[in-house]
């Protein structure tokens, strides 16, 4: 009974919520303000830590040094069916914003065969970050981010949807020492070869950047 009270409260919660299409017509996302619960959480003290100001984008740890994903060379590989695949390609990227929300985006590397309709979803021909590229209301999965308990990491509640499925995730991240990095695993904790963590690098950029606001 206990399991079958817990399933229709879980079946009640997702069936409130509300969602629109942004605007790429592919991604659809949770507008019901009780899917962001948790914002009440975020306290400004935070920005000792996160810059708004900024873009975490993923990296990767080689030869003792940080390097953006997006600068790596384009890699082309083929599935089991002989297709290529591109999804080495994306690069993860965490847009905080100043009032407790945040956008998870992923780009790809930039090609010569892009079509319009697609042309927000990749870097430009140098592979760099563009003010059009952060829009909230075309892509992106959002989210809240607050302090946990003990205020060692920053919790981020990813709340997009795709696909039809609707995905509530927690994650820790954990801040370096200078703050400029953000990991999944905390200082000292190990992992192995086949459950890597995702780093973060801090990449400043200026005010032009951030006009699109996060109203969710």
Same mark, same amino acid.
């Given at each position: 009974?206990?399991?079958?009270?817990?399933?229709?409260?879980?079946?009640?919660?997702?069936?409130?919520?509300?969602?629109?299409?942004?605007?790429?017509?592919?991604?659809?996302?949770?507008?019901?303000?009780?899917?962001?619960?948790?914002?009440?959480?975020?306290?400004?003290?935070?920005?000792?830590?996160?810059?708004?100001?900024?873009?975490?984008?993923?990296?990767?740890?080689?030869?003792?040094?940080?390097?953006?994903?997006?600068?790596?060379?384009?890699?082309?590989?083929?599935?089991?069916?002989?297709?290529?695949?591109?999804?080495?390609?994306?690069?993860?990227?965490?847009?905080?914003?100043?009032?407790?929300?945040?956008?998870?985006?992923?780009?790809?590397?930039? *090609?010569?065969?892009?079509?319009?309709? %697609?042309?927000?979803?990749? /870097?430009?021909?140098?592979?760099? @970050?563009? !003010? =059009?590229?952060?829009?909230?209301?075309?892509?992106?999965?959002?989210?809240?981010?607050?302090?946990?308990?003990?205020?060692?990491?920053?919790?981020?509640?990813?709340?997009?949807?795709?696909?039809?499925?609707?995905?509530?995730?927690?994650?820790?991240?954990?801040?370096?020492?200078?703050?400029?990095?953000?990991?999944?695993?905390? *200082?000292?904790?190990?992992?192995?070869? %086949?459950?890597?963590?995702? /780093?973060?690098?801090?990449?400043? @950029?200026? !005010? =032009?950047?951030?006009?699109?606001?996060?109203?969710?």
């Amino acid at each position: 009974m206990k399991l079958l009270f817990l399933l229709c409260v879980f079946l009640s919660f997702f069936s409130c919520i509300k969602t629109i299409y942004l605007q790429d017509g592919i991604t659809y996302v949770a507008i019901n303000s009780k899917v962001y619960a948790n914002r009440s959480k975020f306290t400004t003290d935070i920005f000792s830590v996160i810059d708004t100001n900024a873009i975490y984008e993923e990296c990767i740890f080689e030869n003792e040094n940080y390097i953006p994903k997006r600068l790596l060379p384009y890699k082309l590989s083929k599935n089991k069916f002989n297709q290529d695949i591109i999804a080495d390609n994306f690069c993860l990227s965490l847009k905080f914003y100043g009032n407790g929300n945040v956008n998870f985006f992923a780009f790809g590397k930039f *090609r010569n065969d892009i079509k319009d309709d %697609y042309k927000y979803y990749f /870097f430009n021909e140098n592979n760099e @970050f563009y !003010p =059009d590229l952060l829009n909230p209301e075309y892509t992106g999965s959002r989210g809240i981010y607050y302090w946990d308990k003990n205020k060692k990491s920053v919790i981020i509640e990813l709340l997009g949807l795709k696909s039809g499925i609707m995905k509530i995730t927690k994650t820790n991240l954990y801040f370096s020492e200078d703050k400029e990095i953000f990991t999944e695993r905390e *200082r000292g904790q190990t992992y192995n070869e %086949y459950v890597k963590p995702h /780093f973060f690098i801090k990449k400043k @950029f200026p !005010p =032009d950047f951030f006009k699109y606001k996060a109203d969710w």
